[in-house]
């Protein structure tokens, strides 16, 4: 740690040294390795000038395979922080100086981008900007699609200049956060324990399912699919419900509280394991869940499903924040980063999780034609499909839950979002747990 | 002279200075921070009374302190019974003095893996398809599983039961060793029966190791939220749990006044705890 720490500070110390001579020394050092026999298998400018890059994130993309790729790649050595996302909005607007690189979602950019701890990037250095894939830009996915409800990437992806802290309503040459990740959540379910197909979100209310239900206990995200779930049963037919008023939030909070106290709720989660385990242990048979936990229930050999139901997805998605803090050589490394992050192996190794990468086109070019056709194209597998550890996740002939990216993006009916009447709905929120 | 007249404030002066910057220092913080202003993202310093105002009058907050008290209350009465029970069992029905520090030192080796990992490992035992259902069905004893055992107030009480009961059974039994024996020679030649040594001479001499035991146990039990987070599965509050909603939501005033607000609460008892029992009489 201690090592680690001096580094830093030495590559802080040297940030007066401009890129291009940066690169010019070290083709120049280059060389001189080559010829002396001495290749050290770092072959860019950071492995002569060592930089880290502190990065903290919600776990879903805070992997140590991609920091280890990126030391190999780059040699820029990645320190990764795992938090929940209440502790990473924390970290960004309290510790403004204890990280360089924010991995936060989109909801999170419109509450703590105002705190001005981030700092916009250039859209010219992003070398596949072009080719980002849509939702995250014009927020449409075709050009016919509708935008969803909730905070949608594209109302919060852009700033109007390089100080700014106001939203642009379309893009502009300044982007708040470059997106990594993103993906349409549903409902997960035991298909050998509920007993009968499963449609809608209100298909979680049947009293047949009893004490053996949960939905996830984070404020911003668990309304949302309260608001899912209220819709579909008819309980209240939302404005936006992504940006509920007082008398929405009270309707939805009041009908799950009558919800909870008849017993229908087995359980509240908070983090992904505690997910994995009610669903595994059978405490449940019907939930909220991410795709990985699905895919993390599945590989204990328990039957999960993540279904696709009537109403739409629940989407989300993640974005690549840089301090404001970072300047000269660390800004250019961080730059240099993302650009490495969209440029395909991220993008492949995250698509083989279930998880959507921003640039699709680069990431094609590092999967096989048949994971290509199984994760993205909604086809049955033609060979058994590897985890990217190298487990099988699915054998052939599988189809994934969901169906082909414009089946299931194309089918969001709202993202992850905070509210004007964010501290009220929490307020409530609290109370839906109490009580 | 002078020297001598010194000495006790240098001896003092190591731990006052620990105490200022570690305890009064941060207490006064977060006496300060609960006056302060907030929005979604930001506090500010500021002097207001809204903090309070809306921690106190809003219904939550009384059914969560009401429901913190409740497990206070049972955790507290389960505890000083089976805690008093071990240290008397110990104190007096085991002869040697050596059996007695093994059978002590046996009670303190749960103690020697964490109290998450403790909890946690309810969780699978209690579970519809955990250990005890399964062997209770199999037994026969039941045909359907028993829901209640875990994700409950039972589930919460039981875990704290467990955590806690050593806090009690420790300053207890230490009391019950300083007995003199003597004492209760003289209360069986004065013809007093088995229940009336124990309750005229026994209880009465043990009442400064029940305090300081009450006063840990209630102490621990009143600022939990863990425990109650994870055996209840999040369906019960706590004042603690509360608090670590209002922190993780950067609501750090309200969770201020909320930490005010319990601390004087948890003095109030501890107070009371002391006006009953003199603790320093028999240390």
Redesign the interface.
């Known amino acids: 740690m201690s090592k680690k720490t001096t580094d830093r500070t030495g590559a802080a110390g040297a940030k007066g040294v401009s890129r291009r001579g940066l690169l010019k020394g070290a083709a120049a050092l280059g060389g001189l390795a080559v010829g002396g026999q001495a290749v050290t298998g770092f072959p860019t400018i950071w492995a002569q000038n060592p930089i880290t890059l502190r990065q903290f994130g919600t776990g879903v993309s805070n992997l140590n395979a991609i920091a280890e790729k990126c030391k190999a790649d780059l040699g820029i050595t990645l320190q990764m922080t795992a938090l929940d996302s209440d502790a990473v909005s924390q970290r960004v607007v309290t510790q403004a100086n204890s990280f360089d690189i924010a991995d936060i979602e989109y909801w999170i950019c419109k509450k703590v981008f105002a705190a001005g701890t981030l700092q916009p990037m250039d859209v010219n250095k992003i070398k596949y900007y072009d080719q980002i894939v849509p939702i995250f830009t014009t927020g449409k996915l075709t050009p016919e699609s509708k935008i969803a409800q909730g905070t949608a990437p594209n109302t919060v992806g852009f700033v109007e200049g390089p100080d700014s802290k106001k939203f642009a309503p379309a893009p502009t040459q300044w982007m708040t956060l470059i997106p990594t990740i993103y993906n349409a959540d549903t409902l997960g379910i035991r298909p050998d324990l509920v007993g009968r197909p499963i449609k809608n979100w209100k298909d979680i209310l049947d009293p047949a399912f009893k004490g053996k239900t949960s939905i996830i206990n984070i404020p911003s995200i668990g309304i949302m699919d309260a608001a899912m779930i209220c819709e579909s049963a008819g309980i209240i037919k939302y404005g936006d419900k992504g940006n509920m008023t007082k008398a929405e939030i009270d309707t939805t909070i009041d009908f799950l509280i009558k919800t909870k106290k008849a017993g229908q709720f087995r359980a509240f989660w908070k983090t992904f394991d505690e997910s994995v385990n009610l669903m595994a242990s059978g405490e449940v048979v019907i939930q909220s869940m991410w795709s990985p936990a699905v895919a993390a229930v599945r590989s204990k050999g328990v039957a999960c499903v993540y279904q696709p139901l009537e109403e739409g997805y629940r989407a989300w998605g993640g974005g690549l924040g840089i301090a404001k803090h970072l300047k000269g050589a660390q800004l250019d490394a961080a730059y240099e980063y993302i650009n490495w992050y969209l440029s395909g192996w991220v993008g492949a190794y995250l698509n083989r999780q279930g998880y959507y990468s921003a640039v699709l086109s680069t990431a094609e070019k590092n999967m096989t034609p048949d994971e290509w056709a199984f994760w993205m194209l909604g086809q049955p597998a033609k060979a058994d499909i590897l985890s990217p550890e190298g487990k099988v996740m699915y054998t052939a002939g599988a189809v994934r839950d969901g169906g082909s990216f414009e089946q299931r993006m194309g089918a969001v009916a709202c993202w992850n979002s905070v509210m004007d009447e964010d501290r009220y709905m929490v307020r409530r929120w609290n109370e839906f747990i109490a009580a | 002279m002078t020297l001598s007249r010194i000495a006790p404030y240098l001896q003092a002066t190591p731990l006052t200075l620990i105490l200022a910057a570690f305890l009064v220092l941060p207490i006064a913080t977060i006496v300060m921070v609960s006056f302060w202003d907030y ?4 506090i500010f310093p500021a002097f207001v009374f809204t903090n309070y105002e809306e921690t106190i009058t ?3 907050t009384w ?2 302190y009401l ?1 913190t008290l409740k497990y206070t209350v049972i955790v507290w009465a389960v505890t000083l019974v089976v805690g008093f029970w071990v240290a008397y069992y110990l104190a007096f029905h085991i002869r040697s003095a050596t059996m007695q520090m093994v059978l002590f030192l046996i009670c303190t080796i749960p103690f020697l893996t964490s109290n998450i990992i403790r909890m946690i490992s309810w ?2 035992f209690l ?4 250990l005890l259902n399964q062997s209770l069905m199999s037994m026969g004893v039941i045909d359907q599983p028993l ?1 209640f055992l ?2 409950s107030d039972f589930a919460v009480v039981l875990a704290m039961v467990h955590l806690y009961t050593l806090f009690m059974v420790t300053p207890i039994f230490n009391t019950l060793m300083r007995i003199d024996r003597a004492l209760i020679e003289a209360a069986r030649d004065a013809g007093a029966s088995a229940f009336q040594i124990l309750t005229n001479v026994i209880i009465p001499l043990a009442k400064p190791g029940i305090a300081i035991g009450s006063i840990f146990v209630v102490t621990l039990v009143m600022g939990d939220f863990i425990t109650v ?1 994870f055996m ?6 706590s004042v603690g749990l ?1 608090m670590a ?1 209002q ?5 750090y005033p309200a969770a201020a006044a909320n930490a005010v607000i319990l601390l004087v609460l948890v003095l109030l008892l501890v107070a009371a705890i002391l006006r009953i029992v003199n603790i320093r009489k028999e240390l």
């Open positions: 929005d979604s993202i930001q809003s219904p939550v059914s969560t429901n969780i699978p579970g519809r398809n955990g829901e875990l994700f987070r209840s599965g999040g369906q019960s509050a509360m909603n922190i993780a939501l950067l609501q």
